[in-house]
């Protein structure tokens, strides 16, 4: 099977302006989680979708947002884009009913 | 929420070492446990996990142990390998996709 993919793979972006990110997971798996790694916080839980319901949501500002589609492709957007945005943004598929995740290999979002 | 604690943060071994990363957690409610490793520039990889109903599982080199009572899951990791190096993570989940993860462990493994 073909894994998580995530598009694009780099995006260079200005305050203020907003962004989306897309990610197709593995064929099969219907939940889809995103999360914001950086240096200083490392991963962070933004939220999870399942079966194009927001299932869990992390700690992060209302400007952090996403849907999933019925074919379970996600995608998240960041509105009123700040420096402190930048990170590596990931997402990461699991099968119905199992733990493991697995996760693509992100998109560096620079904010400048 | 749930809070997970990682360390050490930074673990030099000589190759042939054992290394150990220590996790602990603060939601009783927890009851799975990841791990992950992550090479330079690629995404997070799973190479083990455990179950709270499980107090060990190993996998060749590979093993986690889980002290539910005292909260806290090791990583151990035998025979290292200069492949080893990497920065591992561990999760804690109380159930769904989703997971606080540790800040961490940098681990070198030093021919």
């Known amino acids: 099977k073909a894994g998580v993919t995530q598009t694009p793979r780099y995006l260079i972006k200005t305050r203020g302006q907003q962004v989306t990110l897309s990610c197709s997971p593995i064929s099969g798996h219907r939940s889809v989680s995103w999360y914001q790694q950086t240096p200083g916080q490392g991963l962070q839980f933004l939220f999870e979708?399942?079966?194009?319901?927001?299932?869990n949501k992390g700690n992060f500002p209302g400007r952090f947002s996403g849907r999933q589609f019925s074919n379970s492709r996600s995608e998240m957007n960041v509105s009123t884009l700040e420096l402190g945005d930048s990170a590596l943004y990931l997402c990461?598929?699991?099968?119905?009913?199992?733990?493991?995740?697995?996760f693509g290999p992100g998109t560096r979002l620079t904010v400048t | 929420g749930e809070n997970v604690e990682q360390h050490p943060s930074t673990l030099s071994v000589q190759e042939g070492d054992s290394a150990v990363i220590k996790c602990t957690y603060s939601?009783?409610?927890?009851?799975?446990f990841p791990w992950y490793k992550q090479e330079l520039g690629k995404r997070p990889q799973l190479i083990i996990d455990?179950?709270?109903?499980?107090g060990e599982k190993k996998d060749q080199r590979i093993a986690v142990t889980l002290n539910k009572t005292a909260k806290h899951f090791s990583l151990h990791i035998t025979e290292t390998q200069p492949e080893d190096s990497a920065v591992y993570f561990c999760a804690a989940s109380t159930g769904g996709n989703q997971f606080y993860f540790g800040t961490g462990t940098s681990l070198t493994v030093i021919p």
């Open positions: 939601d009783s409610a927890s009851n799975y």
């Open positions: 979708y399942f079966s194009e319901t927001q299932r």
């Open positions: 990461a598929s699991a099968p119905l009913g199992l733990y493991e995740q697995y």
């Open positions: 455990i179950r709270s109903n499980v």
